[in-house]
Structure formats: structure tokens, C-alpha cells
């Protein structure tokens, strides 16, 4: 189910700039569930790229449109390089390069597209993974970062670390599921829906389920900073943000008192004594 949109908020121009499967299911999400005042255009960059690009400007079309936001979704390293001036053919004051593979991003070229974008007063963001951005924060324990840009908070109370409303039937089961905050990609909806009728004892497990059959499309290499793979990170977001809203319809877990512990000993003139 979508969240209510009683109130569309300020407009907010948007241009994905994508090179694939990966960042057009992204584009095409964000233009589908993007409140009515928003608009997204969109950039096809080459899908064959070479890793340094003598003349970024060769690459580039003609103008681009004025923008506010640019999400950064390329596949190769070459895509990140065009950002910078991409940010100056369309007057974009944001971006948000998300890393789902460490392949497209790596992090030498993270600092310097950092740098880049300081130079010219444009602000950046790399949440890895994608769906780790809130209004405040982005990536996930235990590397969490902290930013301060109004462009990207209005950005990521739509998208990003999915959040749902679940209502429980008096049967115990998912009777509904409202999207909050969608994940970029659309996983969030995908699982909402798949949720509806399922026991709640069994939604986190199935959250995660779904998450994987959407199919979430981040890395399955080892990343360093989380010793797993992006994909299991994000399976991980995905299923506390379920067992968040879930945790009140849950029973909780029996105690059981182990028999014989060393507190219930007592001794008493050389005889060993179990309390009653």
C-alpha cells in the first residue's frame, strides 16, 4: 500500500543519471511514488565507459535540465567522474551517489568526487547501502554518518531506510501494511505487499524473503567496512525495520529458571541444602 499524500510539499527537481538495470529501477520507482510536486528527468550515460576520462565533457549531451538533485546511479567508476560537470550543466546544489557495489564507487574515487563537489559548493552523500538514507544519517552500524542538507532530508522522507505502518488483525496475521518511506528501488512495496495475510510471528523472516526475491540488486561481494556482503546489509535494514513495528503483537520469549543454580545452594553444618 502507498502512504496517504495529503500534502505533496515544496517541488523538488530531481535528474537520475543511470547506466543500467540497477539505477533505471530506480529512477523508475522515484518517478513513480515521487509526490505530484516533485519531477524527475532522467540521463542515459554510455554503458562502456573507459576507468579514466581524459575529456568528461565529450561524453556529455547538450544542456541539461535545471536541477536541484542529482542521483548518481552509474554502474562503472567513468559515471562518477561526469558528476562534477553534469552538477554544472544543470545547476544542481546535491547529490547522492549511493554505493550498492563497492565496483562502482570504490573509495579512492570517493574522496575525489568529494573533493570535486566541495570545490563548487555542491553537497554529497554516499550511503552504501542505498537504502541506509535517512533525514539525518546514512550507511548502517557501524558506520553511520551524519549530514545537514535540506535538498537531500526532503529527498529521504520519501525514500531510502524503508519504514512501514503494520496493522495485526485480531488473527494474528498482517491485515495491512502502509510504505512510509519506500526504499529507492521499490524493494520496500514489493515486501509490504507480500506481507498482508502473513502471521505476524513469521513476518520478519518473511520480510526477509521477499526482500531477496524482490531481487535486491546490491553487491553480494564482501564489503571491508561490514565484514558481509551490501545485499545482506540491506536484507538486514529491511527486516529490523519489519520487526520494529511488529514487536508489540509478539509473544515475548518464555523465561525458563535452570534447575539447581548455585544461588538456590545453601550450607548448612557440612550438609549440602536445596532452597524449596
Known amino acids: 500500500m502507498n502512504a496517504p499524500d495529503s500534502a505533496s510539499g515544496p517541488p523538488l527537481r530531481i535528474l537520475s543519471v543511470t547506466q543500467g538495470q540497477w539505477g533505471e529501477r530506480i529512477a523508475d520507482n522515484v518517478h513513480r511514488f515521487c509526490p505530484p510536486s516533485w519531477t524527475v528527468a532522467r540521463w542515459s550515460a554510455p554503458r562502456a565507459l573507459p576507468l579514466l576520462l581524459d575529456d568528461p565533457l565529450e561524453y556529455l549531451p547538450g544542456p541539461m535540465p535545471p536541477t536541484d538533485l542529482i542521483l548518481a546511479l552509474g554502474e562503472t567508476a567513468g559515471v562518477a567522474q561526469l558528476i562534477p560537470d553534469v552538477v554544472k550543466m544543470s545547476g544542481a546544489k546535491s547529490v547522492i551517489a549511493p554505493i550498492d557495489r563497492n565496483e562502482s564507487l570504490p573509495t579512492g574515487l570517493v574522496m575525489q568526487l568529494r573533493g570535486w563537489l566541495a570545490d563548487i559548493g555542491v553537497s554529497v552523500i554516499f550511503p552504501k547501502p542505498f537504502c541506509s538514507l535517512t533525514e539525518t544519517t546514512y550507511n548502517h552500524p557501524p558506520i553511520v554518518e551524519t549530514y545537514d542538507d535540506p535538498i537531500i532530508r526532503q529527498f529521504a522522507s520519501r525514500f531510502g531506510h524503508p519504514r512501514f505502518g503494520v496493522v495485526v488483525g485480531d488473527d494474528g496475521r498482517v491485515a495491512g501494511v502502509q510504505v512510509e518511506r519506500d526504499s529507492a528501488c521499490g ?14 510471528d513469521q513476518a520478519e523472516y518473511e520480510a526477509g524473503m521477499l526482500h531477496h526475491h524482490y531481487p535486491c540488486l546490491a553487491s553480494m561481494n564482501q564489503d571491508v567496512d561490514y565484514q558481509d556482503t551490501l545485499m545482506h546489509v540491506s536484507g538486514h535494514i529491511l527486516r529490523e525495520a519489519v520487526a520494529e513495528q511488529i514487536k508489540e503483537h509478539l509473544e515475548p520469549m518464555p523465561y525458563f529458571r535452570p534447575i539447581s543454580r548455585v544461588a538456590d545452594v545453601k550450607i548448612e553444618t557440612g550438609n549440602v541444602k536445596r532452597d524449596a
Open 187 to 200: 524493494c520496500a512495496h514489493f515486501v509490504a505487499q507480500g506481507l498482508v495475510g502473513c502471521a505476524v
